[in-house]
């Protein structure tokens, strides 16, 4: 690392320059990138999946995780759906001719199906049309709004058109997913610079931000040639803005704090640079490698886009850390002193807050360590209950016209199910056979066939094969969660035995498919991703007994944040309070891995960060406690406002689109902020002060022994 660090300190202006370049042109070219990412949740070889494609490649509609959007004709007070059926049934007809992306809606109406009673509401004056329509091209869904404007203006006097259905609902609290991530990045931004300014006391609290605000695009730059190589999922996006603001943030932020408290304590500048890059860069360099592992750990998933989300966000780890260690040094070279005024802190001095809480952390050793599993223990309890599937349509909206149908069809006797069909593909001259069958199948509220003659919804397989349909079984509740998206595992074992039955698909297959491909591999991932961790740890901090604690403290310390996630959003004790959602009922399937990857590298962060200064303490003193006191002194100031300055960046990621997405961010944030408290503040010193000399404690071929310093690392110690 020394060499490294007279290289750069060498050529301050030249890597300014470079960085310069690479800003502009990572900026200029940030929306190209953004509008090449995909929306894509395919689960290739899971039946669910290989029916939805089977359907969109027939119909060009439905399919792949589809849901429908309702349409209600409200005729007035007085009359009935009866009295003007043909007329109903002519204006849902002519819904039938409207194109999206070129492609004609599926419109399922009493007027072209069989068991008209699905088609209308208790009280007789409301008709509904189930309309299927191509799978979404952005992040945020777009349901067929303005193929309906025809239907809106033929109604007649007194007549109402209602809208709902679960992307109708998700896209009233929606908003445009560019919008949405500049507007997160000013929000972290802001709130960023107000903690920054906090910890240093002078304009050097830019030069974090400025890190940061330079590593984003750099990331988007390198993810453009890939987006042309492979389809890279949008989520990607919203992790290279917003934790690449907190990395970038949190890296510059310990190195320009070591090389401030290197010159207060008498070194000059190029001096101070060389040493903060070789003790904090050091740390840096280990905390970007365990974030891009555990990024990278996805690809052990047979899922391409969470694999695509693994390889696309591990670029901003190690885009970060590159900045890091070479825009922040240049720029220290060249303006650090004049940027350090007006000082206001003396690094060289331990917190006396902090020295007193480890003090007497390290005094109620055995105390503190139950407290901190106890709590631990209580926040995971939730997570014993979770259930994996996708958000209620309860939760998708606050208010709007889309809710207000929702809620009186529901008030009308049309279950929650109709939002959420089974859709099974059958040939045509078999619909009527497998019909039957499921509606015999328990938890089934209504089956629906189209007429045979209908050309619309009965089409050649894939263009060229043999006439099929689409069968619509309706449940009576949302298949959303483990319990609900049983009467799927029913009715696929109640036509397992027809031949004509290519396959069922729907929102309930989708999270069937996901269970299957996804958690029955995560034990893998976690062991995994625990090994290399705990190889990584243990070779920079060499020792096998820090580097297992950390790793199985991450893991309770990410069960407590998962149980939070639930508390939050599945039970709605907080969704409600602060975003005026309800219960969720379920936790999006595909957040907990993602919020696993993330945490896992994230957490690390402290953990490096803490135990680097702990080591460094211990070879100058010999003392395990003197080391932990001086260590957390000396470094827990900037955990928790590295830890503030993450969690203000996934508080604004909750402000974006879509309640999947509020749910990742949330469990991010909760769980940032657990391992800044609970873990390092608490469990973290409890611990190493009871390990005592074991901590260091290195195994050798017959014996182990106790590391001691080096000769560099007596001269930074001492220095």
Known sequence: MRRFAEVVVALPKVLIGIWFVVLLAGAGLAQTTIDRLAVDFALPGQPGDTAGKAVVSTFGTAGEASSPLIVTLTVPEGQSVA?????????????????????????????????????????????????????????????????????????????????????????????????GVMLELVIASVGALLVLAYVFGSFLAVLPLLTAMVSIPAALLLLLPMTYAADISFVVQYLISLVGLGLGIDYSLLLVTRWREERQRGRDNRGAVVAAMETAGHAVVMSGITVAI???????????????????????????????????????????????????????????????????????????????????????????????????????????????????????????????????????????????????????????????????????????????TMVLAFPYEQTISGPSTTVVDRATDAVAGEDAVIGLTGLGPARADFQRAVYDNFGWVIAALSILIFLVLARAFRSPVLALKAVLMNIVSLSAAMGAMVLCWQWGIGSDLLYGLPATGAITVWVPILVFAFLFGLSMDYEVFILARIREAYLRTGDTDTAIVEGIGRTGRLVTCAALILFLSFAAMSTGPGTDLKIMATGLGLGILLDATIIRSLLLPATVSLFGRWNWYIPTRGHGRVPERTDREATLSTS
């Open 294 to 468: 555990g990024l990278l750990a996805l690809l052990l998933l047979p899922v391409p886009w969470i694999r695509t989300v693994g390889v696309g966000g591990a670029l901003i780890p190690l885009v970060t850390v590159l900045a890091t260690l070479t825009l922040t040094p240049a720029i220290l070279i060249v303006v650090g002193p004049k940027l350090d005024w007006p000082r206001r802190r003396d690094d060289r001095e331990i917190g006396p807050g902090w020295r007193g809480w480890t003090t007497l952390v390290v005094r109620r050793r055995w105390l503190a360590a139950a407290l901190g599993v106890l709590l631990l223990a209580g926040a995971t309890v939730p997570f014993l209950r979770a259930e994996f599937g996708v958000a209620s349509a309860e939760s998708l909206a606050r208010s709007g016209p889309e809710q207000t149908t929702y809620e009186r069809l529901k008030a009308d006797g049309i279950p929650t199910g109709a939002l959420t069909p089974i859709e099974v593909l059958v040939h045509s001259d078999a619909a009527a056979r497998t019909s039957a069958v499921l509606a015999g199948v328990d938890g089934i509220w209504k089956v629906v066939t189209a007429n045979g003659a209908d050309p619309l919804l009965n089409r050649p397989l894939r263009g060229a094969g043999p006439q099929v």
């Open 83 to 179: 009295e003007h059926r043909p007329q109903i049934a002519a204006m849902f007809e002519a819904l039938s001719t409207a194109r999206m992306f070129d492609t004609p809606l599926q419109v399922y109406h009493a007027g072209n199906s069989t068991d008209p009673s699905a088609f209308v509401t208790g009280d007789g004056r409301t008709a509904l049309a189930y309309v299927f329509y191509p799978p979404p091209r952005t992040a945020v869904p777009v349901p067929p709004a303005q193929q309906l404007e025809p239907l809106r203006e033929s109604l007649p006097a007194g007549w109402e058109l209602g809208l709902t259905g679960r992307d109708a609902l998700a896209v009233g609290e929606g908003s445009d997913i560019g919008v």
